[in-house]
C-alpha cells in the first residue's frame, strides 16, 4: 500500500532538511493519492520529475519518478497548466539538492 500524498512530501522535506538540504512545497494537491512534481534546482539548473508511468511502478506501491523536459521557468509553467487542465490535484515540491536520487527513486524511461 502506498502511503499518502501528503506525508510523502512532508518525509521528503524533513529528510532534505536533516542533510542539509532545502525543501518548499510550491503547491498543495490532495492529500491522500493526488500527483506529485519535484523541482530540483541546483547548480545544473532546474530539473523536473514527474510520476513515473504505470508500467515503471515497483510492487510494494512505493512513488517512482521520470526526468521530464523542462529547462526553464517558462517550461515548469506550462507543464503545470497542462497537468492542472488534466488533473488540478497535484502537488509540486522544489528541492534544493545536487543528489536528488539520494531522496527520490528515479528511474529511465
Given at each position: 500500500?502506498?502511503?499518502?500524498?501528503e506525508l510523502f512530501v512532508s518525509?521528503?522535506?524533513?529528510?532534505l532538511f536533516a542533510a542539509g538540504g532545502f525543501?518548499?512545497?510550491m503547491r498543495r494537491g490532495a492529500e491522500a493519492a493526488g500527483a506529485i512534481f519535484v523541482v530540483q534546482r541546483g547548480?545544473?539548473?532546474v530539473r523536473l520529475y514527474g510520476p513515473a508511468v504505470q508500467s515503471l511502478s515497483d510492487e510494494e506501491g512505493g512513488r517512482r519518478f521520470m526526468l521530464e523536459a523542462a529547462e526553464d521557468e517558462a517550461a515548469?509553467?506550462?507543464?503545470?497548466q497542462r497537468e492542472a487542465r488534466f488533473d488540478p490535484d497535484f502537488w509540486v515540491i522544489e528541492i534544493e539538492t545536487d543528489e536528488p536520487e539520494a531522496f527520490i527513486d528515479?528511474?529511465?524511461a
Open positions: 500500500m502506498r502511503i499518502t500524498s518525509q521528503l522535506s524533513r529528510r525543501a518548499a512545497v547548480r545544473g539548473g515548469l509553467d506550462a507543464r503545470f528515479v528511474v529511465e
